[in-house]
């Protein structure tokens, strides 16, 4: 009886979505396993494949033999090809899709052998003048050891500067990865209420946790706890963050408490890099890592502990096959592997708290700052009034009174506005035409700087018209107001003010994330303008003043979670605030002070926020009292589209009853990149027929050219 192997093909293709059976050969019987990456015949082509299972079976005539095997090592452990299963039904996408979320495409194209990685340690003393060289220099003697993508990532373009430094001897290079570092010695100081909240998890470690505190708390201490104590057991961590430009402080965080034992992951690391940590996690040598939310695919030989920080950022949803949530993946993988999964947040996401008050997971909470510091004096300022005062500039007296006052008093300020650009949209003032991208449904953002009119959805530029191309007229004008916008604002006002803006326009690369973060913590500006991407995570102690420019920006979106992430960006943009020794103080601008989000945010009250939104989801059978589907169809002809969205919409209405299907209707952004789209929605009680629905669905997706179905969409535009 031959030796069967049942391969699942790297290729995304619906008739390939099942595992090809194939022979093995004599000479592959003493080495292949399970979850290796094999090369086989795949019609008249050879294709890279993973071996799912290993069998003694009957072979067909046609089945065809195992043509090699391309890594000795597994590339995805059984547990993992369990996951990529489970990914592949819940998320409605392909095996291929969900494998290649686990392996790196260095591994799958094997890039070179053994990519090489250095690193570099400092010898000696060495006290120069202040230049890019010292710089580096002390960077490198803070830690035990620094690879050269970290450094990359620190200091761009800073080759020369480190060649003169080995060149000079104060930097020796180690072609080898360094010994691993003991952890500090204990001894690190936890407040009452944080020992408490990690005496809880310790108490019943396999059940997960959210960490509800408000911002300041000390969340990240109980993380580190929760780390060393796995450590000690011998086990590893994995810290996810929502967004790449937190990762280089909290990485020095980390490596201040567990040195050289700390790895990086997310997708500015080069393809060897990702190789190189990726082995080396697999093999078991690194014990920690802090990375972006493919993190959770790593293969963690001895998972111990999973913390997602900020758990209620969007951005743990992946937009593109597989259309994972990080947050859901951790959980499963935390229940399989024994690992203490811990959601922490200020600002749980309404699923989340909704989990623990009904007890499927656990809640522990800490309610103060650390150091008996308050929260920050909260002001709000209704905007009607502010124009029934004659005052149309973008700041109001408030804001800029408080500007000023922190100015005066040599501390920092951040600005923040949740859009790029000098103007959000241009008018003309004739015939009332905004200027609108022709590929696009949106209105085109004009960028002062470059002189241009940007759409941020195609990102194709144009130049600014000096007549109306519907009317003719001249009378073009600019309203509202960017990112841009504001720091020329604060330089009329404050003309000796150093400024800083964050933003996807001037924070292109991963280096300039920890270039402006190490500028603004070392005091080389005195305000920071940015986007959501400033208002989470960060620490700067001499921050007094966050300013809101625009409160509704969310507000209103045709999104039932706009309510939810209005209150959530508020309060994460007002907790940068009085972080150090100085009292904080936030001002909020809203033309809606009235609304309940902006209301309980100004009270700092994630409670009653919660209670008011729960009844809003229960009302309108949304998460999480239901599963939620979007159907997006999409394509060049309107008509074409529509009628694809009625036909979809009639059958899932005759063929599941018992779910809510509503639409069709065209999407908020109707058309993008010269695509019409159109969106149908699905609810569903979270029982076993939803399963079924979502079975049929991925049929029904895989047949459909473009139709894509997302399941738990985080965004509805």
């Known amino acids: 009886m031959p030796y069967l192997a049942d391969i699942i ?83 409605l996408c392909y095996g291929a899709q969900a494998l290649r979320a686990m392996i790196p495409a260095s591994v799958r194209k094997d890039v070179g052998s053994r990519p090489s990685m250095v690193w570099y340690r400092t010898v000696g003393v060495r006290q120069g003048r202040a230049s890019l060289k010292q710089r580096l220099f002390d960077y490198v003697a803070a830690q035990p050891a620094v690879s050269r993508a970290d450094l990359a990532e620190a200091f761009p373009n800073a080759g020369p500067a480190l060649r003169a430094l080995v060149a000079e001897g104060a930097l020796e290079v180690l072609t080898h990865a360094p010994d691993r570092v003991a952890g500090a010695p204990a001894g690190y100081g936890l407040t009452p209420a944080q020992q408490e909240a990690l005496a809880v998890i310790l108490r019943d470690p396999k059940r997960p946790w959210l960490l509800e505190g408000v911002t300041g708390s000390g969340k990240t201490e109980v993380y580190l706890a929760l780390i060393e104590n796995a450590l000690h057991e011998g086990r590893q961590a994995l810290v996810l963050l929502p967004e790449i430009a937190l990762t280089p402080q909290v990485v020095r965080r980390f490596r201040d408490r567990f040195g050289d034992q700390v790895a990086v992951w997310h997708s500015g690391l080069s393809a060897g890099e990702r190789r190189q940590t990726w082995e080396r996690v697999r093999q078991g040598k690194i014990p920690v890592v802090v990375g972006a939310r493919s993190a959770v695919f790593l293969p963690f030989p001895a998972m111990g502990v999973i913390v997602l920080d900020e758990e209620h950022e969007p951005t743990y949803k992946q937009e593109e096959h597989p259309r994972y949530h990080a947050r859901e993946v951790a ?123 940007v759409c941020h959805y195609c990102m194709r530029e144009s130049p600014v018209p000096k007549r109306c191309p519907e009317c003719g007229s001249d009378k073009i004008r600019y309203f509202g107001a960017g990112t841009e916008r504001v720091v020329e604002e604060v330089q009329r006002h404050f003309p000796e003010a150093r400024i800083l803006r964050a933003d996807r326009d001037t924070l292109t690369r991963p280096a300039d994330y920890a270039e402006l973060y190490q500028k603004f913590l070392g005091g080389e500006a005195d305000v920071l303008v940015g986007t959501q991407m400033i208002a989470k995570g960060m620490d700067f102690p001499r921050v007094s003043l966050v300013g809101v420019v625009a409160a509704d920006t969310a507000l209103h979106l045709p999104d039932y979670r706009s309510a939810e992430r209005t209150f959530q960006l508020l309060v994460q943009a007002g907790g940068r605030s009085g972080r150090g020794e100085v009292p904080g103080r936030v001002v909020i601008q809203t033309y809606n002070p009235e609304h309940y989000a902006i209301h309980h945010a100004y009270r700092h009250d994630y409670a009653a926020f919660y209670e008011e939104e729960i009844r809003f989801r229960e009302a309108t059978h949304y998460p999480p009292y239901a599963d939620l589907w979007l159907m997006v169809t999409e394509g060049p002809e309107e008509a074409e589209v529509r009628q694809r969205a009625v036909q979809a919409a009639l059958d899932l209405r005759e063929h599941w009853p018992d779910a809510e299907v509503l639409g069709p209707a065209p999407a908020p952004l109707a058309r993008v990149r ?32 473009g139709v894509s179905i997302t399941r738990d969409p985080y965004f509805l535009m």
């Not at 003694?56 to 391309?70: C, D, K, N, P």
């Not at 959601?343 to 800490?366: C, D, F, K, N, W």
């Not at 109001?396 to 009174?401: D, F, K, W, Y």
């Open 674 to 705: 010269g695509l019409y789209r159109y969106h149908v929605l699905m609810k569903m009680d979270r029982t076993r027929e939803a399963d079924g629905l979502a079975m049929a669905l991925k049929d029904f997706q895989s047949r459909q050219p």
């Open 331 to 453: 959980l499963w993988r935390g229940a399989r592997e024994g690992a203490t999964i811990v959601l922490g947040s200020a600002t749980p996401a309404i699923e989340t708290r909704y989990s623990a008050l009904s007890g499927q997971i656990g809640h522990v909470r800490l309610p103060e700052r650390v150091l008996g510091r308050s929260l920050p004096e909260v002001t709000v300022v209704d905007m009607r009034e502010e124009l029934r005062l004659g005052n149309r500039d973008i700041f109001s007296s408030a804001l800029r009174e408080a500007l000023a006052d922190a100015l005066e008093r040599g501390e920092q300020a951040i600005l923040f506005l949740n859009r790029r650009g000098y103007s959000t949209f241009v008018l003309c003032r004739s015939c009332g035409q905004a200027l609108e991208c022709r590929h696009c449904a949106v209105s085109l953002t004009y960028h002062q700087r470059e002189n241009r009119l």
């Open 9 to 91: 093909i790297d290729r995304v293709a619906e008739a390939l979505d099942h595992p090809f059976t194939y022979s093995v050969p004599d000479f592959l019987k003493e080495t292949i396993r399970i979850g290796q990456l094999v090369r086989v015949p795949l019609g008249g082509s050879r294709v890279q494949g993973v071996v799912r299972n290993l069998r003694w079976g009957e072979a067909g005539s046609q089945t065809r033999a195992v043509e090699a095997i391309l890594q000795t090592e597994p590339v995805v452990t059984p547990l993992l090809l369990e996951l990529a299963d489970w990914l592949a039904d819940r998320y």
